[in-house]
């Protein structure tokens, strides 16, 4: 039982190790963080203000807002999205483990006669 355990957990590292390592995973990933990215950023979002500002306040606050979505929020958002699918597969994979740790303690249990 030990030792299926130990193929079972290196098989876990296996495919862990291609969702991050292998190419066409990253690839996939990437296209996928890219989309899931857009999406976030064509999202509008609006914000009012409590008292009617002068006319320069409103255009410096304009030009930060513009400045933070054309220019900062890009890449934080990618990074955020490409580490939440990164985790995603990996609990994806870990999931397949227990289900196959499950069934091994499950053929085990059959295998074995009760004392």
């Known amino acids: 039982m030990l030792k299926k355990f130990q193929e079972l957990l290196h098989q876990y590292?296996?495919?862990?190790?291609?969702?991050e390592h292998d190419k066409p995973?990253?690839?996939?990933?990437?296209s996928e963080c890219m989309h899931v990215t857009e999406?976030?950023?064509?999202?509008?979002?609006?914000?009012?203000?409590?008292?009617?500002?002068?006319?320069?306040r409103a255009e410096?606050?304009?030009?930060?807002?513009?400045?933070?979505?054309?220019?900062?929020?890009?890449?934080?958002v990618e990074k955020l999205v490409l580490r939440q699918?990164?985790?995603?597969?990996?609990?994806e994979a870990l999931v397949h483990l227990m289900e196959q740790?499950?069934?091994a303690i499950s053929a085990g249990a059959e295998e074995t006669p009760a004392a």
């Open 85 to 91: 699918l990164v985790l995603e597969k990996r609990v």
């Open 13 to 19: 590292k296996l495919e862990v190790f291609h969702n």
């Open 39 to 56: 999406e976030i950023l064509e999202e509008k979002f609006h914000y009012h203000f409590h008292k009617l500002p002068d006319a320069n």
């Open 101 to 103: 740790m499950l069934e």
């Open 25 to 30: 995973s990253l690839e996939d990933i990437t």
């Open 60 to 76: 410096i606050i304009n030009m930060i807002n513009n400045y933070t979505r054309e220019a900062v929020l890009p890449p934080v």
